[in-house]
């Protein structure tokens, strides 16, 4: 049954676009090409605002609201980074401000050893994305400036360190807990950089795209473009476009979600099936997104209290680690293993129910993203002009004279009436993309019996969207201390 | 419930770290050394307000959202109230990115300044008191508010 | 099934007052004043916004005092009296007073006018339903139908696409059932 190579190619390649005659491609747009091709003007001006965000994280004043590191790096980049997901792809990775210092140590010192095998997968990302979730409960850091500028030279450290040592990009691969979060979103987002025409690459011997040319590198992240399925690990830094002689690369319009739901085997990630990492991903994703919304109303105080008075402790590091494992570990088990277990009576091949809940939690991605949507979403709406008083403020304590005038104090954003009917659209549509993917995955495991296999997954998504409904529509109540 | 509140915050600010694009990026770790430099150079500085003591209370305590009624008592450190002071308070929440409110309070005792402070949210807030004495001299206090209730 | 969907949403609309504020009294002239006033009558604070324009030939007098007293409808509470601020609006006076709502119930309104230079007074009374804070059913169902409506065509793309993806799978299938065949009979 195995298709020759070339084949598999052209036909990997014809399925990327076979979903319509000419969808929108980015690099096909006058003078839009040229201005994403130059990545630096993107990556540059990043850095300088990193470098602000850490110096005055260090120096300006210990205030959230009037430092620029917990302003800009808790509210504005969170919202940012969320929305050029949902509009665009992986926007962030895109103009990511650690690959400067990263590329400029590896010309001081090129980086010679492998990855270790064993740490290829996410393990190590996700774990990283749950503590850094957990570091900004315990410490609050979204109140603490100097605590941010920490995280962010930890984070420059980290990048410089790894990716020094190690040859590839192990970094945005394996190890950047923002890079997964990237990755498991931008399976919404409604772009994806993929090879235009398959005779192209099917004729094509040099494989540049991969291997690099002499102008550019290949894709660091390994992905061979005409097998490219996808936007997992791709950062969208269009090495690959650079590097083809043919020109033959595009940031083409496609459907959000649709990746979720197949299980072909792709360059550099192969089928979602043999992937449980990528399962642990989606469901860490999903159950992170409410688990980092509760952090912030009034009854998780109420919880804590609770869970505090049961353990007898004051430690609320001990208190959080109790309700992180409950709702990181034990509620997901819970709930997927219950889902799976119902939903594979209906399924033709009885497979674990592991396997099972690994190839449905995909299908909550977008409930998910919704839920990370709609709290990030707040955080930059409610708060978008907020950023330009404190950098008023922070320019004229740098040079004694308000050379950006007086600081606006009363600049805001929307209020939180307005946000909130954009908060509850994003998470119905969340969850109306995950009944979708789910039902294609249900069809796809069970084409007898698709809507009793459906049936507990649809079940399941109403439950979690009502928990994030009701979540959205609590006081938000961001307090430092809960044990008092 | 009343408070005492130590002494005041500091301030501080960013410049421009150079040109982000080509050969200067292998500077930027100089940027950074002459950023953080001139930003503690800007930070921090006493406020010289001769250890005047400021105590507050909300009415209700704890505060609600909505507006709440604040008093604040500013005494010198013989223990004599400090009158005829004009006193504004910003209040923000620790978390970034809400916007701040301002009350402008009055003096309805000697040393004794009211007025109402609205909060937008529950949650952590913290007021800044700026108040210019009568004989000319500004004193600033961080004034911490945890657990605003949402009601 | 719909038709009584729709009768018992309406029906819901029509007695209860939850969302955005809303006007309560349009226009209502009372001597010099022409009297409009919107509520945002929400359990815990809810807000007041008195706006008085000149009614005809009579001007508004500048010094005009708003006081806004509510109660429980039903008189079991003494009413609870506030001083309505006045604010900058246009060539209008506008006037906003915060009280408190402890209850989800029907209150009664009291709004009085007074201008000491003339001696104008005037008095207006009505009830209103006070409802927790935040959007009703109904505004999140009305403001929700364009997610819904991107929902539905993203469902009806995914429909479409997994069919697509089956119809290829089975086309491949065929096209290997057939090709083994072929060698075997070969």
Same mark, same amino acid.
């Not at chain 1, 900004?136 to 360190?161: H, K, N, Q």
């Not at chain 1, 945005?172 to 993929?194: D, T």
């Given at each position: 049954?195995?298709?020759?190579?070339?084949?598999?190619?052209?036909?990997?390649?014809?399925?990327?676009?076979?979903?319509?005659?000419?969808?929108?491609?980015?690099?096909?747009?006058?003078?839009?090409?040229?201005?994403?091709?130059?990545?630096?003007?993107?990556?540059?001006?990043?850095?300088?605002?990193?470098?602000?965000?850490?110096?005055?994280?260090?120096?300006?004043?210990?205030?959230?609201?009037?430092?620029?590191?917990?302003?800009?790096?808790?509210?504005?980049?969170?919202?940012?980074?969320?929305?050029?997901?949902?509009?665009?792809?992986?926007?962030?990775?895109?103009?990511?401000?650690?690959?400067?210092?990263?590329?400029?140590?590896?010309?001081?010192?090129?980086?010679?050893?492998?990855?270790?095998?064993?740490?290829?997968?996410?393990?190590?990302?996700?774990?990283?994305?749950?503590?850094?979730?957990?570091?900004?409960?315990?410490?609050?850091?979204?109140?603490?400036?100097?605590?941010?500028?920490?995280?962010?030279?930890?984070?420059?450290?980290?990048?410089?360190?790894?990716?020094?040592?190690?040859?590839?990009?192990?970094?945005?691969?394996?190890?950047?807990?923002?890079?997964?979060?990237?990755?498991?979103?931008?399976?919404?987002?409604?772009?994806?950089?993929?090879?235009?025409?398959?005779?192209?690459?099917?004729?094509?011997?040099?494989?540049?795209?991969?291997?690099?040319?002499?102008?550019?590198?290949?894709?660091?992240?390994?992905?061979?473009?005409?097998?490219?399925?996808?936007?997992?690990?791709?950062?969208?830094?269009?090495?690959?476009?650079?590097?083809?002689?043919?020109?033959?690369?595009?940031?083409?319009?496609?459907?959000?979600?649709?990746?979720?739901?197949?299980?072909?085997?792709?360059?550099?990630?192969?089928?979602?099936?043999?992937?449980?990492?990528?399962?642990?991903?989606?469901?860490?994703?999903?159950?992170?997104?409410?688990?980092?919304?509760?952090?912030?109303?009034?009854?998780?105080?109420?919880?804590?209290?609770?869970?505090?008075?049961?353990?007898?402790?004051?430690?609320?590091?001990?208190?959080?680690?109790?309700?992180?494992?409950?709702?990181?570990?034990?509620?997901?088990?819970?709930?997927?293993?219950?889902?799976?277990?119902?939903?594979?009576?209906?399924?033709?091949?009885?497979?674990?129910?592991?396997?099972?809940?690994?190839?449905?939690?995909?299908?909550?991605?977008?409930?998910?993203?919704?839920?990370?949507?709609?709290?990030?979403?707040?955080?930059?709406?409610?708060?978008?002009?907020?950023?330009?008083?404190?950098?008023?403020?922070?320019?004229?304590?740098?040079?004694?004279?308000?050379?950006?005038?007086?600081?606006?104090?009363?600049?805001?954003?929307?209020?939180?009436?307005?946000?909130?009917?954009?908060?509850?659209?994003?998470?119905?549509?969340?969850?109306?993309?995950?009944?979708?993917?789910?039902?294609?995955?249900?069809?796809?495991?069970?084409?007898?019996?698709?809507?009793?296999?459906?049936?507990?997954?649809?079940?399941?998504?109403?439950?979690?969207?009502?928990?994030?409904?009701?979540?959205?529509?609590?006081?938000?109540?961001?307090?430092?201390?809960?044990?008092? | 419930?009343?408070?005492?509140?130590?002494?005041?915050?500091?301030?501080?600010?960013?410049?421009?770290?150079?040109?982000?694009?080509?050969?200067?990026?292998?500077?930027?770790?100089?940027?950074?050394?002459?950023?953080?430099?001139?930003?503690?150079?800007?930070?921090?500085?006493?406020?010289?307000?001769?250890?005047?003591?400021?105590?507050?209370?909300?009415?209700?305590?704890?505060?609600?959202?909505?507006?709440?009624?604040?008093?604040?008592?500013?005494?010198?450190?013989?223990?004599?109230?400090?009158?005829?002071?004009?006193?504004?308070?910003?209040?923000?929440?620790?978390?970034?990115?809400?916007?701040?409110?301002?009350?402008?309070?009055?003096?309805?005792?000697?040393?004794?300044?009211?007025?109402?402070?609205?909060?937008?949210?529950?949650?952590?807030?913290?007021?800044?008191?700026?108040?210019?004495?009568?004989?000319?001299?500004?004193?600033?206090?961080?004034?911490?508010?945890?657990?605003?209730?949402?009601? | 099934?719909?038709? $009584?969907?729709? &009768?018992?949403? +309406? =029906?819901?609309?029509?007695?209860?007052?939850? !969302?955005?504020?809303?006007?309560?009294? %349009? *226009?209502?002239?009372?001597?010099?004043?022409?009297?409009?006033?919107?509520?945002?009558?929400?359990?815990?604070?809810?807000?007041?916004?008195?706006?008085?324009?000149?009614?005809?030939?009579?001007?508004?007098?500048?010094?005009?005092?708003?006081?806004?007293?509510?109660?429980?409808?039903?008189?079991? $509470?003494?009413? &609870?009296?506030? +001083? =309505?601020?006045?604010?900058?609006?246009?060539? !209008?006076?506008?006037?906003?007073?915060? %009280? *408190?709502?402890?209850?989800?119930?029907?209150?009664?309104?009291?709004?009085?006018?007074?201008?000491?230079?003339?001696?104008?007074?005037?008095?207006?009374?009505?009830?209103?339903?006070?409802?927790?804070?935040?959007?009703?059913?109904?505004?999140?169902?009305?403001?929700?139908?364009?997610?819904?409506?991107?929902?539905?065509?993203?469902?009806? =793309?995914?429909?479409?696409?997994?069919?697509?993806?089956?119809?290829?799978?089975?086309?491949?299938?065929?096209?290997?059932?057939?090709?083994?065949?072929?060698?075997?009979?070969?």
């Amino acid at each position: 049954m195995n298709a020759a190579p070339s084949e598999r190619l052209t036909s990997r390649v014809a399925q990327s676009s076979a979903s319509s005659d000419r969808p929108l491609d980015l690099l096909a747009v006058p003078g839009l090409r040229s201005l994403l091709l130059r990545r630096r003007w993107m990556q540059g001006p990043l850095l300088f605002i990193s470098i602000v965000l850490v110096v005055h994280g260090f120096a300006g004043p210990q205030l959230a609201p009037k430092n620029l590191a917990t302003l800009v790096g808790w509210v504005h980049s969170r919202g940012l980074l969320v929305v050029g997901l949902l509009v665009m792809g992986n926007a962030f990775c895109m103009a990511c401000p650690f690959m400067l210092p990263r590329d400029l140590a590896r010309r001081l010192h090129a980086p010679k050893l492998a990855w270790p095998r064993a740490l290829r997968g996410k393990h190590v990302g996700i774990a990283l994305f749950v503590g850094v979730l957990f570091v900004y409960e315990w410490l609050d850091l979204w109140a603490s400036p100097s605590g941010t500028a920490w995280l962010l030279v930890g984070y420059f450290a980290l990048v410089v360190l790894v990716d020094a040592l190690f040859k590839g990009a192990p970094f945005c691969k394996s190890v950047c807990p923002i890079g997964q979060f990237n990755f498991a979103a931008s399976a919404l987002s409604p772009f994806e950089v993929v090879a235009r025409d398959s005779d192209v690459c099917a004729s094509c011997s040099g494989h540049e795209c991969l291997r690099g040319s002499e102008s550019s590198r290949g894709c660091e992240t390994n992905l061979f473009l005409p097998e490219k399925a996808g936007n997992m690990d791709c950062t969208f830094c269009l090495d690959c476009a650079r590097a083809c002689p043919h020109e033959n690369v595009g940031i083409v319009a496609r459907l959000p979600g649709a990746e979720l739901s197949e299980d072909r085997s792709a360059a550099g990630v192969g089928r979602r099936s043999a992937r449980p990492d990528l399962a642990l991903l989606a469901t860490v994703f999903t159950f992170g997104a409410l688990l980092n919304a509760f952090g912030m109303v009034s009854p998780v105080y109420v919880v804590q209290q609770q869970i505090a008075s049961w353990m007898g402790t004051t430690s609320e590091g001990a208190v959080l680690l109790v309700l992180f494992a409950s709702l990181l570990v034990v509620e997901p088990v819970l709930l997927l293993g219950v889902t799976a277990a119902i939903s594979r009576r209906a399924m033709p091949r009885r497979e674990p129910v592991v396997a099972v809940a690994a190839r449905f939690s995909h299908g909550l991605v977008p409930l998910g993203f919704g839920v990370w949507l709609a709290h990030y979403g707040f955080h930059l709406l409610t708060g978008l002009w907020t950023f330009v008083p404190v950098t008023q403020k922070a320019v004229a304590d740098a040079f004694g004279v308000a050379l950006l005038g007086a600081p606006q104090w009363d600049r805001g954003g929307l209020t939180t009436r307005a946000v909130q009917p954009i908060e509850m659209g994003m998470l119905l549509l969340g969850a109306i993309g995950s009944l979708g993917v789910l039902w294609a995955i249900a069809k796809r495991q069970a084409p007898e019996r698709p809507r009793a296999a459906f049936a507990p997954w649809g079940v399941l998504t109403v439950l979690l969207l009502a928990a994030a409904v009701w979540l959205m529509a609590q006081p938000m109540e961001m307090r430092g201390t809960f044990l008092q | 419930m009343t408070s005492v509140v130590p002494a005041a915050g500091n301030t501080g600010g960013v410049r421009r770290a150079g040109s982000p694009a080509g050969r200067a990026w292998r500077a930027w770790p100089v940027a950074v050394i002459a950023l953080a430099a001139l930003l503690s150079a800007c930070s921090g500085g006493g406020t010289g307000d001769g250890g005047v003591a400021a105590t507050f209370r909300f009415d209700p305590q704890p505060p609600s959202v909505g507006k709440a009624h604040f008093e604040l008592r500013l005494v010198s450190p013989q223990g004599e109230a400090v009158a005829g002071a004009t006193v504004a308070v910003e209040a923000n929440m620790n978390h970034a990115g809400m916007q701040p409110t301002f009350a402008d309070l009055s003096e309805d005792v000697p040393g004794r300044y009211v007025g109402d402070v609205e909060f937008t949210m529950g949650g952590d807030w913290f007021l800044l008191m700026n108040a210019t004495l009568a004989d000319g001299r500004k004193i600033e206090r961080k004034l911490d508010v945890p657990g605003v209730r949402s009601k | 099934m719909l038709g $009584l969907v729709l &009768v018992l949403l +309406l =029906a819901s609309l029509a007695s209860a007052h939850e !969302g955005p504020p809303y006007p309560v009294i %349009v *226009d209502e002239p009372h001597g010099p004043w022409l009297l409009t006033v919107w509520a945002d009558p929400d359990v815990g604070r809810g807000t007041f916004w008195v706006q008085l324009e000149e009614d005809g030939s009579h001007r508004a007098p500048a010094d005009t005092v708003v006081h806004v007293s509510v109660m429980p409808a039903d008189g079991r $509470l003494d009413p &609870v009296t506030v +001083l =309505a601020d006045p604010e900058a609006w246009g060539s !209008g006076q506008k006037h906003v007073a915060y %009280v *408190d709502f402890p209850t989800r119930e029907f209150w009664t309104a009291h709004f009085v006018l007074d201008s000491a230079s003339t001696g104008e007074h005037a008095e207006s009374v009505v009830n209103i339903e006070v409802t927790p804070p935040g959007y009703g059913t109904i505004d999140l169902l009305i403001y929700s139908w364009p997610f819904v409506a991107i929902g539905a065509l993203w469902i009806h =793309a995914i429909r479409k696409r997994t069919r697509m993806l089956a119809a290829e799978r089975l086309e491949q299938e065929e096209a290997a059932a057939a090709d083994a065949a072929a060698s075997h009979d070969g």
